[in-house]
């Protein structure tokens, strides 16, 4: 499960990240649209509205680019819950190809329009004069910190979850010849787990995405 998938000795990394966008339906021209097409809208405008409340108006203009950073992440990681399927962000280089480009963007908009403020976010108001070196060195190797920590909360939050799942799939089946009430139980608990694996997928998804957009406004 956690292995690239290739054929012919052929990487497929690139299908499975971008197949979940092909189940999208295309948004068409007509009023009157079918239930999937409203839905999907709703969702879209909903995870917008969530996206930017934090953010002031300088800040929309990345509207676009977090909206569809979240469905990607909330399209792979639901998707990578189904059986015989390969998660892409299961992957540390994938979800760090991710956080690292967008966090620095975040650093450099702060930096070319304000940079005694984002400078200023280094050092803390009122800060005693010995401890300032300390104090930009800590605050500097936090800054730098942010993009490892996104990639990591991702990739340990999903891997955990589907170690776990697989762990106590394989005890099921394993126990159904031999202790079937036993059996029935662990399958109850695979049962929970899928369900928190679910909420785990979302969560995590809207928690790289609103940290990003809580990153820029830091720096709008």
Known sequence: QFSSPSLMGIPLILIATTFPALLLPSPNNRWVTDRLSTLQLWIINLITKQLMTPLN???HKWALILTSLMVFL???NLLG???YTFTPTTQLSMNLALAFPLWLATLLTGLRNQPSISLGHLLPEGTPTLLIPALILIE???LLIRPLA????LTANLTAGHLLIQLISTATTTLMSTMPVVSLLTLLVLFLLTILEVAVAMIQAYVFVLLLSLYLQENI
């Open 57 to 59: 108006k300088k800040g």
């Open 81 to 83: 819950l189904l059986p």
């Open 74 to 76: 909330l399209l792979i």
């Open 140 to 142: 500097t190797t936090s």
């Open 150 to 153: 996104l990639g990591v909360r």
